[in-house]
């Protein structure tokens, strides 16, 4: 038996199997590529979901990371350490200033603190909540409540929350259903985990305006889209436009688990002392973390890369014809595939086969998320690949149905 199935047999005995068993068992990352438990090497092309934006092991994160547990792990929010100040005030820096931060430990806590900072600002008779259909704001049960995703979503209510759902980039249904009544509307700009959807240009600024008509507030996730994903720190710079709330998560640690919320204005003080905490948030090396990838972001430039290699990766996508491939929508280094057919399990399947880690994110779609200093080598080589790979994906969906 291999070591991989081995960890996978230990995996399916002692952990629940909300994931199922992943197929692969990974042991070392270097740079974008990550190694097996039997030593295969892979092109690591979703980065742990748009996670690990500064490659695997990177010094400068490795260097933080070691310096801080050196130094001081954890203090609680008992007391005040430099790491946490300094982090508040870069991120103020980049979204442009009159804002105050809180910090959590996921993408989902960082909506659940926004989902409490709104409540806290909201005056009387505000009693619902708009979200988009098809939206991700994460697992815990207020996250949840305001995800769209009917399947991970409804078995697990009531929330106890009023939350109605309008299409993804719809103004029209968006001005129909907030009004003066409305706490807030939580959005993604682009949908990460509905594959990658992007809404229609001046999405952004339309919700800005709806919300200014009637005082909801604007929560926007860039939880999966913000530090650098799409060749700006945040998408919605694209669009010039600034929400009330901004959360954040996912590449903000480039591996570390860190979150933070992000209040404008005047959410930068609806919180009140004892209004909200966590024990872990904030936590030192975290922080530590995250500040090495902001200022690797800034001294490796990798915004301009990332734009850069993002229109390398679409442009070379767009070279490929194959039935199966019906085209690739999205910005920067956050990209799907659109597939003609419901292969895209195949397609992830036979990518590894062929040493590439890319993401089935729904039936029709393939999400591309490599860390941002991805070498147009490296995309190079999975766009000479891919049409083999979906080959492959074609014969295996084939012979499966026979
Ligand atoms: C991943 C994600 C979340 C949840 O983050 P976790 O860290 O998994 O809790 C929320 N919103 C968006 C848009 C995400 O992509």
Known sequence: MTNGSHLRERFAA?????????????????????????????????????????????????????????????????????????????????????????????????????????????????????????GFHGRTSGALALTGKEAIREPFGPFGMDVRFVPHGDLD??????????????????????????????????????????GAAFVLDEIQSGIGRTGLWFAHQAEDVRPDVLTLAKGLGGGLPIGACVGFGRYADAFAKGDHGSTFGGNPVACAAALAVLDTIESENLLAHTAVMGDLLAEQLDTIDHPLLAGQRGSGLWRALELTAPHAAHVQEQAAVRGFLVNAVAPHAIRIAPPLVITPEQIGLFIEALPTILDAAEAAATKEQQ
């Open 173 to 214: 249904a968006l001005a129909d259903a907030v009004d003066e009544h409305c706490v807030a509307v939580f959005t993604e700009p682009t949908q990460g985990e509905a594959g990658v959807v992007p809404a229609p240009e001046g999405y952004l600024a339309g919700v800005r305006r709806i919300c200014d008509d009637t």
């Open 14 to 134: 002692s952990l629940m199997p909300t994931y199922g068993v992943p197929p692969i068992a990974l042991t070392l990352g270097r740079g974008c590529e990550v190694y097996d438990a039997d030593g295969r090497q892979y092109l690591d092309l979703i980065a742990g979901i748009a996670v690990s934006s500064l490659g695997h092991g990177h010094p400068a994160l490795v260097k933080a990371v070691a310096h801080q547990a050196a130094t001081l792990a954890h203090t609680s929010n008992l007391f005040v350490h430099e790491r946490e100040v300094q982090l508040a005030e870069r991120l103020i820096g980049l979204v442009g200033g009159d804002a105050k931060v809180f910090f959590t430990n996921s993408g989902t806590e960082a909506n659940e603190a926004a989902l409490k900072l709104v409540k806290r600002a909201a005056g009387p008779g505000r009693h619902y909540f708009v979200a988009a259909s098809h």
